[in-house]
């Protein structure tokens, strides 16, 4: 049986990449629902990239890709759209250059694990799935903040535990802290966790409340980004498709 475990940051990337362990990226406001999104609008593929710079270079070499991203919570100049899950049924029938502050760059971070998703709430029953279909143990990384370390990453958190619930599997790392957001997910549920976190409050700040609740709700869409090659901008994402029995 799996053995998950719940590492935040940097630290969860290495781990995953050290340990042979599936990692699973949540950044619950808001990259991995939009990326999950993306993929359930039917945008065709997903180039990752952690830099701004590298989006715009990868935009060139793919002429025909929308730009999406956000850098403060709002799109680059130059983009088509920001980081909005609800922006993107937009992308249906295009490729996607996709880059974000915190979320896009941890992907990217874990290049090398067995496998690399990128989930939350919306898609949490297909993440369990996915997820089931490799032997090696699971590594659920709260995304944080890449700016800042000691940042309150609590809706990252609560999706993390969230699934980690669902899931029902062993928790080795990292175990007192999914009791702990398991309790709290209890107590306050997951919509007050979402709506209370600090980067609600960021959210907020630049007119995005919207974002918040959407990205709150459970098992929207089945579309579960993984991470199927490196390139020079990041890496090249596609929805994941279950092995052939």
């Given at each position: 049986?799996q053995?998950?475990?719940?590492?935040?940051?940097?630290?969860?990337?290495?781990?995953?990449?050290?340990?042979?362990?599936?990692?699973?990226?949540?950044?619950?406001?808001?990259?991995?629902?939009?990326?999950?999104?993306?993929?359930?609008?039917?945008?065709?593929?997903?180039?990752?990239?952690?830099?701004?710079?590298d989006?715009?270079?990868?935009?060139?070499?793919?002429?025909?890709?929308?730009?999406?991203?956000?850098?403060?919570?709002?799109?680059?100049?130059?983009f088509?759209y920001?980081?909005?899950?609800?922006?993107?049924?937009?992308?249906?029938?295009?490729?996607?250059?996709?880059?974000?502050?915190t979320?896009?760059?941890?992907?990217v971070a874990?290049?090398?694990?067995p496998?690399?998703?990128?989930?939350?709430?919306?898609?949490?029953?297909?993440?369990?799935?996915?997820?089931?279909?490799?032997?090696?143990?699971?590594?659920?990384?709260?995304?944080?903040?890449?700016?800042?370390?000691?940042?309150?990453?609590?809706?990252?958190?609560?999706?993390?535990a969230?699934?980690?619930?669902?899931?029902?599997?062993?928790?080795?790392?990292?175990?007192?802290?999914?009791?702990?957001?398991?309790?709290?997910?209890?107590?306050?549920?997951?919509?007050?966790?979402?709506?209370?976190?600090?980067?609600?409050?960021?959210?907020?700040?630049?007119?995005?409340?919207?974002?918040?609740?959407?990205?709150a709700?459970?098992?929207?869409?089945?579309a579960?980004?993984?991470?199927?090659?490196?390139?020079?901008?990041?890496?090249?994402?596609?929805?994941?498709?279950?092995?052939?029995?």
């Open positions: 049986m053995t998950w475990h719940l590492i935040e940051g940097e630290p969860g990337c290495a781990f995953a990449t050290a340990h042979g362990c599936v990692a699973v990226v949540v950044d619950a406001l808001r990259a991995s629902a939009t990326a999950a999104m993306l993929f359930e609008a039917r945008a065709t593929e997903l180039i990752v990239v952690q830099e701004v710079k989006a715009r270079a990868a935009k060139a070499q793919h002429p025909d890709a929308l730009l999406f991203g956000e850098r403060g919570g709002l799109p680059p100049p130059g088509d920001g980081n909005s899950p609800r922006d993107a049924a937009r992308a249906a029938g295009r490729p996607v250059v996709f880059t974000t502050t979320g896009a760059g941890r992907l874990c290049w090398g694990a496998a690399v998703f990128m989930g939350t709430t919306v898609n949490a029953s297909a993440v369990i799935e996915a997820t089931s279909s490799f032997r090696e143990d699971v590594v659920l990384i709260p995304a944080g903040l890449a700016t800042d370390p000691t940042f309150d990453a609590q809706e990252d958190w609560a999706a993390a969230a699934i980690a619930a669902a899931a029902g599997t062993p928790i080795g790392e990292g175990a007192a802290a999914f009791a702990h957001w398991r309790r709290r997910i209890q107590s306050e549920g997951l919509d007050r966790l979402f709506n209370t976190a600090p980067h609600a409050g960021k959210l907020r700040a630049v007119g995005l409340d919207e974002d918040i609740a959407f990205c709700q459970m098992d929207l869409t089945r579960v980004p993984r991470a199927v090659a490196r390139n020079e901008f990041g890496v090249r994402c596609l929805p994941f498709a279950p092995p052939l029995a």
